[in-house]
């Protein structure tokens, strides 16, 4: 079996590198100067050490510079439709002062990409994601009185994660921070904006404000988190793995992005990616509402799995098979989570294998060791929920965990 | 609300597809209602009365009204058409008369290219021949691919393959090397640019925002070739068409009605369940079929009813009109020296060079009106006595390269200009004109727009070019008539296989409609 390669594609950036209003500090941390190109931003991969952020992500407190994602304000009298005809879910169900995650679809019912929906008021929305959106939302955005408007340059984003976050919150001197719960969204103080959100899995909260406050922002936490609640920056690896323990998929990565793709046939729907459940197709039309339905009569073609597998070995790009050595898909993510102890991995299976049919899959990894490649046959088991939970991340008021 | 006024299918625009859609769907016994903005029906194939003189108000001429819609409709009996020559007029006086594929000076001497010219126009039919079949069903879905599921939208394709083949490796290569090639350079290859030449460019860009010049006006010569080529005036005026299906669709049990203007569909979970007049009433129907232009279409059933990225292209399609219409009431039919009276009726060109016409299209571009426009004319009144009763006759000119954006926009001083450029064009031809001139109107592109609802004042509806065509007309995903909400179909020029009074548009969407089982 011919092992395929590994998604290192980068799409191109057309400009200068840029960076974030946090750089002076997110520079003078980096200690391994490993950067990576995150939507044309400067972002840091790995700070000193791969293995002490990632552990401090789940004992202690981290803070994360997510200024590049993609942020796009979509304000006026029609904002709220606006937003339900571009995403799946009920938009109507997220209350002002709340997030709420979603994905949304090309015609074809395809996954462009999936974000969060943060609304600051009746009529003020922004929605967060990976991917640039601007000119398709202005489309999605014809003809109603609203107003588009891409603010990922001039407002910037911190998230603080970990067991300690909320004592470094108390410490900094929030105020009211106790009563929130997860999702919950609020101007703690003028122009900033706080939500107990996040891409770890674990207790957490995302800051949003404009870039003139940033650097005030990092001092005002850093000097509250470092002492007590070991506060450190984290980069880019280490959120790849609590995302993945999480269970969290990632455009380009666990499913292809409908407008990244020229292919036929490689974009999937919300219920492929296991996400079958947020689309309401009870709204009124939204994007792509005609093709799923279609879609959901014809059934899935794929599914997007969690996969617990035998052995410690990361099945990384790894084939899975089921039975004697029928194909039946391959694996987007993988790690061994060192917090849950399992060697654990996403994969995209044909359908109904991970739905219906469970027994009998497994995994063909191959391992580097000091340049001897040896092949294992490992068992997988199909996982439910995500890899790593713990009630403290849904605990309110937090505690000093 | 009363439950007999519960209908099948409404259709909106009583301009001739409108009236063959209701006509297809009313003789296979369906209850259908035509709802008409204006006051007539027929669209811009209309007779206007003008003081006991009728006057084709929009186009005047017939050359493609297709053989299977006046069968299945049952229209032989009720229409009855003559054949016009064709009188390609040349500055110098030398005339060609054009009467099927033959080309001779008016004065019955041999042209020299008579021969190649021949061939090349035979050519054009049997190619547009060829095609006719692709136009007369909906255009081929091609999402399933070379599947088994997608082998009966792959079967006409493939037949139109076989036939190819058929034709010879010769004529099958001749085929593939013209067919998206210009008009221009096929006619230059082998003839003398001139008045012959002129002849057959002109009939590539009518209605259109092409120059010969522009790739696609091979295919959209054989389009407009494909019944044959020839031009023919229905006699009572081109309104008569429009009644005579109409007629059809009445005496089937349809209602047409006209002053009611269709303001918004009503959709309850997706579904069509009703239109909402202009003055407020409400008809309920299981389906709707809309005539208008594609984006205008999208408008009444209501933009938010369809994806992010149909919007984005039916707002992106492409239908500047570039036609305009001048109707010149005459006292007396003027003279043009070197016609004989019998061919005065003919069907006058002036086009007296591909690179005229290539010469007029640059002006569009800019916003501006040809100082010597392409004109096709005819006075009807010659060949059809009894729509001028007043004695009178009419000059009526289709004058091509008009844009539909001027620059300076539209007013009654530029019309008076384009008015004044179309009677100097044609007193070149006819230096008595002026004299006899009773009254005139002119139609801009603008006021064909107003007057009709088509989009631009296009004739098509939706520039007729290969990236509007077949599986992508009007837009890609919405080409086969379903328009996005169940229930509603587009059933105008706009859609597959496009403009000219053929009623293909209208029929073959009718029978989609029906095979979708929508108005059951």
Known sequence: MRKPAKKTEKRFTPQKTQTTPFHPRTNQFNLMQNWDDWAGYLAANVYESFEKEYFAIRNQSTLLDISPMCKYRIKGPDARKVLDRVVIRNVKKIRTGRVGYTLWCDEEGMTIDDGTIFRFGKQDFMLLCAEHMYSWLQDAAWGYDVEVIDESHNICGLALQGPTSYSVIKEAGFKGVETMKPFDLREVEPGLWLSRTGYTGDLGYEFLTENKNALKLWDRLWKAGRQNWGLIPIGLEALELVRLETGFIAPGVDFQAAHAVSRVGRGRTPFELGFGKLVDFNKGHFNGRRALLEHQKNGKRYNLVKLDIEDKYPADSSYVYVGKEKHIGFVTSAAWSPTTKRNIALAELEAPYGDTIRDGIWVEVYVDKEGKWYRINAKATVVDGSFFSNPRTRQTPPGPF | ?520
């Not at chain 2, 221009?184 to 460019?201: K, N, P």
């Not at chain 2, 203007?261 to 239109?275: W, Y």
Request: neutral net charge.
């Open chain 2, 1 to 520: 609300m009363s439950h007999s006024d519960k209908f099948d299918v409404i259709v909106i625009g009583a301009g001739h597809n409108g009236l063959a859609a209701a006509a297809t769907l009313a003789k296979r016994g369906k209850k259908v209602c035509v709802l008409e903005r204006t006051n007539a029906i027929g669209g811009m194939a209309q007779s206007r009365d003008n003081d006991g003189t009728s006057v084709p108000y929009i186009a005047h001429l017939l050359h493609n009204l297709n053989p299977t819609v006046v069968k299945e409709l049952g229209l032989s009996s009720a229409i009855k058409l003559k054949e016009l020559p064709t009188i390609a007029l040349d500055p110098d006086g030398r005339h060609i008369e054009i009467a099927g594929n033959k080309a001779q000076y008016t004065d019955g001497s041999a042209h020299p290219d008579a021969a190649i010219y021949e061939e090349i126009r035979a050519r054009i039919i049997k190619f547009g021949q060829l095609l006719e079949p692709m136009a007369a069903r909906t255009a081929p879905d091609l999402s399933e691919g070379a599947s088994f599921a997608g082998l009966p939208e792959l079967m006409p394709l493939a037949k139109l393959g076989l036939k190819m083949k058929l034709m010879g490796k010769k004529e099958m290569r001749e085929f593939m090397r013209i067919a998206l090639s210009n008009v221009y350079d096929l006619i230059l290859d082998d003839m003398e640019d001139g008045v012959l030449a002129g002849s057959l460019a002109a009939d590539s860009v009518w209605g259109m925002w092409t120059g010969p010049r522009s790739p696609g006006t091979v295919l959209s010569l054989m389009y407009r070739y494909c019944t044959g080529g020839q031009s023919s005036l229905p006699i009572g005026g081109m309104g008569a068409i429009s009644h005579a299906i109409a007629d059809v669709a009445k005496n089937n049990g349809a209602q047409i009605r006209t002053n009611s203007a269709a303001e918004k569909l009503v959709v309850e979970d997706d579904q069509v369940t009703g239109v909402v007049l202009k003055d407020g009433t409400t008809i309920e129907t299981k389906a709707v079929m809309s005539s208008a232009g594609a984006f205008q279409s999208m408008m009444i059933g209501g933009h938010e009813n369809f994806d992010v990225e149909a919007v984005r292209r039916l707002r992106n399609v492409r239908s500047k009109g570039t036609t305009a219409k001048v109707n010149i009431v005459l006292k007396d039919v003027p003279e043009i020296a070197g016609l004989s009276d019998s061919q005065m009726a003919s069907r006058l060109l002036i086009a007296p060079s591909a690179y005229y016409i290539e010469q007029a299209f640059n002006a569009i571009k800019y916003g501006e009106m040809p100082p010597a426009p392409v004109i096709e004319a005819v006075i009807p009144s010659l060949s059809d006595t009894s729509i001028a009763a007043s004695g009178k006759h009419v000059l009526s000119a289709v004058v091509q390269y008009i844009p539909y954006y001027l620059e300076g926009g539209w007013n009654d001083k530029a019309r008076n200009k384009l008015t004044k450029i179309v009677v100097d064009t044609l007193s070149k031809y006819a230096p008595d004109l002026r004299d006899k001139i009773d009254y005139t109107e002119t139609l801009s592109p603008a006021d064909i727009e107003q007057e009709t609802g088509a989009p631009g004042g296009h004739w098509h509806h939706c520039e007729f070019s290969t990236d509007q065509m077949l599986a992508v007309r009007p837009v890609n995903l919405l080409a086969r008539y379903a328009f996005g909400i169940k229930g509603f179909y587009l059933c105008g020029a706009s859609a597959h296989p496009g403009g000219d009074v053929s009623g293909l548009a209208g029929r073959n969407s009718a029978l989609q409609l029906i095979k979708d089982g929508a108005a059951s």
